[in-house]
């Protein structure tokens, strides 16, 4: 019945705004200009919220993505974005970054870029660390969070990151950057573009190369990025080619810190850590991450008069790597292999070098037919894209080998993914342009096959097929010039990721994995004056079978999930900046949620004994309005800037994120403290010449930003094993950059 109500609510809004507009057939008074703009500017509206849009967002322009330093990736700049903590594994900004916005993990987040969806198909995640840099080649950053609106990929279940790339100059330039800092953090980043050109061809083109030690053993990164676009704009067409490669090898930190080690080490790092023969505590020194991707989109854009246009995106992504990883004391038959006989001395187990690779590709479409004039809005998408990924185990060396084959593979299993969307949206001003009415409804299937064996031999072959109907809805209402309310309602629904399906067939209830449902309710209000600017946003998130992170880890960093029926997220979101003088500037957000799990129950893993570890049936744990993990229930910033001269500028920011707990148990042994961090900038530029310098954690503090905790009891009466990794982050650091553009 509410999909019908919503379905009729979107269709009275379609009539009333095209009957509104019915009897207006005048032409913008700047037609040229305006129709250039809509032509670079309709990929990027598909997807983003507009000004009057009912959703709760902020937008990061091309200015502060500018500013940011070497060692800080693109979540650790969002990091200052209400409800957002960011977090590295390495301790630093470079490597394995990852956030979480109002407490949702980054497989929540859909993240697009010019429209087509940048998260992983299978494990629906962006990996950072893959796309170094990112933010030289960005012209803007929309970050939505809760539902927002329909876009491409997998479903936004905590907020939506919109990106687009640079676009065209209108004269030639060159520019040139160096930095280097503290743990041997180096970068240098080159860019050049020859401006548009009579005929309307362009070209751009970014390189960077980053590296870094990293502040925890291993931590080390060497990234590379390029990206390039050639564009055309003639009359009413566009086109753009964009290439976009990430290329990194860094070493293995997801398995975080022990806490015994916190306070000896906080830089230990347990990869790759085995013991020689004689007894000598060693680190194999391949233990990496070593992965290349590449994106080629092609980008068309017709404007068929002043009010319509179409434009059609194509791309293909490629990508490929492996993880090499020194396994000791592990069996042979973990791999498939027979007990291995070497000088007539039989060997049950071996220390060993494996490598789990993985190859894929992914080809997308997306077409957006856009009709907007004075006041309306109608857009229609229509999208799909082809996922196939293959995942295979090579084993590499053994430190006792009899026969093993050179080229033994001991699993390898495949990923067909189809995902098949369309939407609908609508936005119109009634009432003398008061009221703006908001409307969305989308429709997305997905067809996910899975085939092969995993690295534990248990058969993956099984097909899932999910039809998702998406309603959204809203209104906004401005009081006046300055003033501004609104309020949405949105339906989500998200499929399980190919780590969720592979440890629920492993359960033995590949059956019983289901897809999650949200119901998102945001009342929002806007107050801006020339000086001063305020917005408070109210979000009440439901959600029905949420797939929740159990606080465990998988050998190559996935978080393994689990369905809990009834579970919410709410909270109240407020920001504010004031320009208190001309050169004087403060401004702030703060975050107030609480985040549970109304009632569900949790399976831990049992075993016969801790010797053997043969498996038993999952215990049963029943779980009460149980705090929902790594979901703190106060985030807030606050961030001063002065600016003396035109030129030049400092800036003082502190960041508080409260305490949090790595498991669903809400237990007090299973918690991480709240922490308070302070960082400044300087900013000086003359004429083409730009000094930056950035100084991360003033006070030197010794805070964790993340973990994961893995409990198993056994049937004898031993004591339960739990083993938790925890990320502490980095001291005082320091970082320069140079900049130098004609």
Avoid at 89 to 109: A, Q
Avoid at 205 to 211: A, E, F, I, L, V
Avoid at 456 to 480: H, Q
Wanted: hydrophobic fraction near 35%; aromatic fraction near 12%; charge should be neutral.
């Amino acid at each position: 019945m509410k999909k019908r109500l919503l379905s009729a609510a979107f269709l009275l809004l379609c009539a009333i705004s095209l009957a509104q507009q019915s009897s207006q057939n005048s032409v913008p008074a700047s037609h040229e200009s305006h129709k250039h703009y809509t032509i670079d500017s309709t990929v990027v509206t598909a997807s983003r919220a507009q000004s009057g849009t009912p959703v709760t967002s902020t937008e990061i322009k091309r200015e502060e993505l500018s500013k940011a330093g070497t060692m800080t990736s693109l979540p650790m700049l969002l990091s200052l974005q209400p409800s957002v903590v960011a977090s590295n594994e390495g301790g630093t900004g470079l490597g394995y970054s990852k956030m979480r916005i109002r407490g949702s993990d980054e497989t929540r987040i859909n993240v697009n870029i010019n429209g087509i969806a940048l998260n992983d198909a299978e494990s629906q995640k962006v990996f950072w660390v893959n796309i170094p840099a990112i933010s030289g080649f960005l012209e803007s950053v929309q970050l939505q969070r809760g539902a927002g609106t329909s876009v491409n990929g997998a479903g936004a279940f905590g907020a939506t990151l919109n990106m687009s790339t640079l676009g065209a100059t209108e004269k030639p330039y060159a520019t040139i950057s160096l930095s280097g800092g503290s743990w041997l953090t180096g970068s240098a980043t080159f860019g050049v573009g020859t401006g548009r050109s009579k005929s309307g061809l362009s070209f751009d083109m970014r390189y960077s190369y980053n590296t870094t030690e990293g502040y925890v053993r291993n931590a080390f990164a060497r990234l590379h990025s390029a990206y390039a676009t050639l564009g055309w704009l003639r009359g009413s067409n566009s086109f753009k080619l964009n290439w976009i490669l990430g290329k990194q090898r860094s070493g293995i930190t997801w398995l975080g810190i022990p806490a015994d080690m916190l306070e000896k080490d906080r830089r230990y790092n347990p990869a790759g850590e085995y013991t020689d023969d004689n007894g000598n505590v060693c680190y194999y020194d391949n233990e990496i991450d070593n992965y290349m991707q590449n994106h080629l989109q092609g980008i068309w854009v017709h404007q068929f008069n002043p009010y319509l246009s179409l434009s059609a995106t194509l791309n293909y992504t490629r990508g490929g790597g492996y993880y090499e990883n020194y396994k000791a004391g592990r069996k042979y038959s973990e791999y498939g292999l027979a007990e291995q006989i070497v000088d007539g001395v039989l060997y049950k187990r071996s220390d060993v070098v494996v490598r789990q690779q993985m190859a894929n590709n992914n080809f997308a479409a997306s077409a957006n037919l856009k009709y907007s004039r004075e006041g309306f809005f109608l857009l229609a998408n229509l999208s799909g894209s082809l996922y196939d990924g293959d995942h295979f185990g090579d084993f590499i060396w053994a430190k006792f080998n009899g026969n093993i084959p050179d080229d033994w593979s001991w699993y390898f299993n495949r990923g067909l993914k189809r995902d098949i969307s369309g939407f609908l949206r609508s936005e119109g001003n009634i009432v003398g342009g008061k009221l703006h009415l908001y409307g969305d409804i989308q429709y997305r299937n997905v067809n996910y096959e899975l085939s092969g064996i995993d690295r534990d031999f248990v058969a993956l072959d099984k097909d899932f097929v999910y039809n998702f109907f998406n309603p959204k809805g809203g209104f906004s209402w401005n009081f006046n010039s300055r003033t501004t309310a609104y309020a949405s309602l949105s339906v989500a629904h998200k499929e399980p990721s190919r780590s969720d399906i592979k440890e629920a067939i492993k359960a033995g209830e590949g059956d019983r994995i289901l897809p999650e449902r949200m119901l998102d309710w945001e009342f929002g209000y806007n107050y801006a004056s020339p000086n001063f600017a305020f917005s408070a946003n109210i979000y009440l998130m439901e959600y029905h079978n949420q797939l929740l992170e159990t606080g465990k880890i998988t050998e190559t960093g996935y978080s393994v999930k689990e369905n809990v029926e009834r579970s919410y997220r709410r909270g109240i979101e407020l920001s504010a900046g004031w320009q208190a003088l001309r050169k004087l500037r403060f401004d702030g957000n703060l975050a107030l949620s609480r985040n549970r799990i109304t009632e569900c129950t949790l399976w831990v893993d049992r075993y016969d004994n801790p010797d053997e570890w043969n498996p038993l049936p999952q215990a049963a744990q029943k779980i009460e309005n149980g705090e929902i993990l790594m979901s703190p229930p106060v985030v807030g910033m606050a961030m001063v800037t002065w600016t003396p001269l035109d030129q030049l500028s400092f800036s003082l920011r502190g960041k508080y994120v409260g305490k949090q707990y790595y498991d669903n148990t809400s237990c007090e042994e299973r918690s991480l403290p709240a922490y308070a961090v302070f960082s400044a900038e300087a900013h000086y530029r003359w004429k083409n010449i730009g000094i930056s310098l950035y100084a991360d954690n003033l006070l030197n503090r010794k805070y964790v930003a993340d973990a994961w905790v893995y409990r198993a009891s056994f049937a004898d009466g031993s004591a339960d094993y739990v083993e938790a990794g925890f990320f502490p982050q980095a001291g005082f650091n320091l970082l320069l950059k140079l900049e130098y553009s004609f």
